[in-house]
């Protein structure tokens, strides 16, 4: 038996469910903000997508994972923004030009995020998830830097730097009402951090 | 019985023990360090320190709290440091006006705060542990900067940017031998955070 065979045999046994991961992270982060984060089970999460439990962890290991699985698209759009940096620039203009690809990305999801900000925000178990996934991409942007020629702890206080920036500007995102706003509060933080830390005259 | 011979009975039921928060620390300590984090048991630690283990309790919630038990101490001398700063300065130097008072503090430690450097970084929930105090730190400089006038999305990343700073000179200290060296390097990561923070001209 060549293995095309087992994959097609694979493909049959599992159930084909148009966007299944969608529809369960739709219907968890709904679950999360009417009962409560604590107070929803897999289960439930499941009926209300129209799927079974077994289909749910098929793509998350627990409900938590619902909430931080896009945390390693986020990191390779940005890390990918890094390496491709025009050369010449300051390590935090490296860092930014992640900005673009990720404002892409984040203003069809204004809906979401703010939903999901607010469910981390009410569960202290959840901001630590956050804090340790927001320290992680620091780490990876760090490396990308690295990679580029910047020294290392000048690549770690502009990764710092960076994701510092990013996480005021979409906190201020979610608690406005225009999708496409990110990118210019992405902006607006950068440049008021490079204030704060200038030295006045 | 008025309140002050309740008092002086349970200091007579309460053997006093010189140094007893000193004598643990460093029991604790050395066995992380010679034996592993999580292989030392709080017995342990008491039975090295010539005390009981009720003694500790009296001092510590549990092992994990040897080692972060001086946070609250870190905060308020930095928090003062804040506060007493000179005004007119941009945020980031009003957070480093904390660092001069910090640094008094920590040169005599560094034999402890390298080995718990290092008992740290060889445990994730510990660093984990570590991640979450000083995002605490983080807001509570945060609000001492508010408290002086400074906005608060500005407040936030001067904070951040200061407790990386911190950081970053913190794990150049503990790897060099000089103990009097925590406060240059602070002045020289601060300075670095500012160069590439700054467009390149």
Known sequence: MSLGVIELGLALMTRWEPDAKGRLTK???????ERGYDETTVSEI?????????????????????LFSGAEQLAEVWVAG????PAGAEPLAIVAAGFEP????????????????????????????????????????????????????????????????FSVAFARWVQQDDPEAFRRLLA???????EVVTPSR
Not at 82 to 85: I, K, L, Q, S
Not at 123 to 139: D, F, T, V
């Open 188 to 194: 607006v933080s950068l440049e008021e951090l490079r």
């Open 27 to 33: 219907a968890a982060i709904e679950l999360f903000a």
């Open 102 to 165: 990720l404002a892409e990305i984040f203003e069809e999801r204004l809906a979401f995020a703010r939903l999901r900000a607010q469910i981390i925000a009410a569960n202290p178990e959840l901001m630590e998830r956050e804090l340790i996934k927001l320290q992680g991409l620091a780490g990876e942007l760090k490396l990308a830097l690295v990679a580029r020629g910047v020294a290392l702890d000048a690549a770690l206080l502009a990764a710092q730097a960076g994701v510092t920036v």
């Open 46 to 66: 499941a009926e209300r997508a129209g799927l079974t439990k077994r289909t749910f962890f098929r793509y998350f290991t627990d409900k938590r994972e619902v």
């Open 82 to 85: 890094v390496a491709g940096a």
